[in-house]
């Protein structure tokens, strides 16, 4: 059985749908092509094979010009230089970060699919921009769009000797509530990135509870499992994250 060496608590973050803007991102570099993939609700909706062809309006035109090899390596190039000079994270989310990362008994990693050229330089670019160092994360990979995350989930809190009672995972995707799950460790998933709460919760049955409406109900729910308080200091009392299932003023029993 594995050690746990300390009584530090574990975040890893998901970038794209959770700390970074990625639609924007994405919906600004396929107009620089002449390409749209519709708003964020439609998007939202669509499977993951077809998110980036866009629906019914938008599907004849972005496929003819995403058509070969070239077209495909100049739209990589033009989301590359969009993520690293004017993609933006989610209100709130850079004071959250800081002061994660400042927190003297918690550990942060980072694991991403950023689809971009040499994401962790990517990422450096953007972070630096926000005033966050990437270096000052404990954990960071980068994977390929199909790679599941569960492992390296596992892998940051061995490597760090934490148990996973003590660990949280962030993301916007049923994949990474399954992911979470499979580590061990808590999910915190966002309903503002790639997948919206009903689809979330109707078509693939994650508990409502754990679902976060807006970067502003995210950052204090995880502020609040992590003992943090709003002025980004640390409570003097630790508290237990838990479920908050009383129902909701009006709801049936």
Known sequence: ?????????????DADGTTIDAFHAVEQSFLRHGMAIGDLQRFQKRRRLFK?????????????????????????A????FYRDEARLYPGIAVLLRQVLEAPEVRVGL??????????ETLRHLFRRHDIDLDAFDHLACLSLREDKTPHFHQARERLGIHPTRCYACGDEYSDYLA???AGIYPFIVAYGAEDRQRLTGAYGVPDAFIHASPAEFADSLRHALDL????GQDATP???TIDTTPAAGSAP
């Open 111 to 120: 694991v991403t699919r950023n689809v971009t050229i040499e994401p962790a």
């Open 52 to 76: 980036y062809l866009g629906g019914l309006r938008e599907f004849p035109n972005n496929l003819r010009r995403q058509f070969g090899k070239q077209s495909r390596k100049r739209l990589l």
């Open 180 to 182: 979470a799950l499979g």
């Open 239 to 241: 508290a237990v994250a």
């Open 78 to 81: 033009t989301l590359t230089g």
């Open 229 to 232: 308080d709003a002025d980004g």
């Open 1 to 13: 059985m594995s050690s746990h060496r300390n009584h530090d608590r574990l975040v890893i973050f």
